[in-house]
């Protein structure tokens, strides 16, 4: 099997000319069997011709002209057509005629240029080959001629038939990796403003509150060490989002943390000056796919928000593993500020949803009247996955 797979591969790699050249070697040398001599297509009704010089070379036009089939189709088609009158107003009748049909659905094919010249050409090439043929004492009828042409023409319509269907296929991939480029570039866009927008509106916040600490050395020091340690996680997230990009990445290290390590969030958001109370109940799955990740980006992105829009309000986060899902429940009570910092797209809760809902789970938001937000999410996956 393995040979037979290597000799079609190298088979493949020869030149298509190559590829072509043994079916107009078949047609060769069956026209010049005694076997098959006379039994080829007949049209005019001519009387049969014994063999003679000019019998190889309408065979040789017909047969091994297809070798360039698809590599010059239009210099077949007319080899093919030319050794085709030969052999009819010749009378010889080769078993080679048969070539006729095949190069002219290679040309409905493969022709690229001068397809309406090529059709106009052959048909009125077609019309003096019967008036020469009638012109022998062919015996032929119009309606014979008529209908052996529409014939011809129907081989080159399944040529072109052919030609759309691979236009259409290959119309139909270039749609598919242009998908598949749009769905990679957005996820890719997610990743970033996940990773991204968490660490640096926690900087962005340790710094603000910098400012106003220069009287209090001792808890100076201890921003300014939050906001370097929040930009050596951010550096290391970008990196593993950089390896998913790299052919060669392997599964070595998972690219972000499980959702059993949301207390890191916790504690970064908390060194913030974000008060964040964290409950986590149940038991979380050793294994549950991509609902792991997305619980972790649903608590990431909403404590982004809390720090965003209400700096300083007490922040609950709440993460439930069940037997079948993910339950996440973040929210603040409104009594901060969004001052710190300043506002973004939208477009995280957007990507949020949509991965969520990729998953089959819930996803909502909430504005309570006393003010605050809240943020649910149901992913399935949980423990019993």
């Avoid at 340790?206 to 100076?220: G, K, M, N, V």
């Avoid at 603040?332 to 969520?356: I, M």
């Amino acid at each position: 099997m393995i040979d037979r797979r290597r000799s079609l591969e190298r088979w493949r790699r020869l030149d298509v000319t190559v590829r072509d050249l043994p079916l107009g070697v078949l047609f060769l040398v069956g026209s010049l069997l005694p076997a098959l001599r006379g039994h080829g297509t007949d049209l005019g009704g001519l009387p049969t011709r014994p063999a003679d010089a000019l019998t190889v070379v309408a065979a040789a036009l017909q047969g091994l002209s297809l070798a360039v089939r698809r590599r010059w189709t239009l210099v077949c088609l007319a080899l093919v057509s030319l050794g085709f009158a030969l052999d009819q107003l010749r009378g010889y009748h080769l078993f080679a005629g048969t070539a006729l049909p095949v190069a002219l659905i290679s040309a409905g094919a493969y022709l690229e240029k001068y397809r309406r010249s090529a059709q106009v050409v052959a048909t009125l090439a077609y019309v003096g080959l019967a008036v020469g043929l009638n012109e022998r004492g062919g015996d032929e009828s119009p309606v014979e001629y008529v209908t052996f042409y529409l014939l011809l023409a129907l081989t080159w319509g399944i040529g072109a038939w052919i030609r759309s269907a691979r236009a259409a296929e290959a119309e139909r991939r270039s749609r598919v990796a242009e998908d598949a480029r749009n769905a990679e570039r957005a996820r890719i866009a997610r990743e970033l403003h996940d990773v991204v927008t968490h660490h640096v509106t926690a900087m962005v916040v340790q710094s603000e509150a910098a400012r106003y600490l220069t009287a209090a050395p001792d808890r100076l020091d201890e921003t300014l060490a939050a906001v370097s340690d929040t930009g050596r996680r951010a550096i290391t997230d970008l990196r593993h989002l950089l390896d998913l990009l790299n052919p060669d990445h392997g599964t070595a290290e998972p690219r972000t943390p499980p959702v059993g390590r949301v207390l890191t969030l916790v504690e970064q958001t908390r060194r913030a000056g974000q008060p964040v109370d964290f409950t986590e109940e149940g038991t979380p799955a050793t294994a549950t796919g991509s609902s792991d990740l997305v619980a972790y980006r649903v608590v990431q992105e909403a404590l982004t928000n809390a720090l965003k829009y209400d700096h300083g309000a007490k922040t609950s986060v709440l993460v439930h593993h069940g037997e079948r899902e993910i339950t996440v429940e973040v929210g603040t009570d409104g009594s901060g500020t969004g001052a710190a910092s300043p506002g973004g797209s939208g477009r995280g809760l957007a990507g949020l949803r949509e991965r969520v809902d990729v998953l089959g789970g819930e996803f909502s938001t909430e504005r309570p009247t006393g003010g605050g937000f809240v943020v649910r999410a149901r992913i399935p996956g949980g423990s019993g996955a």
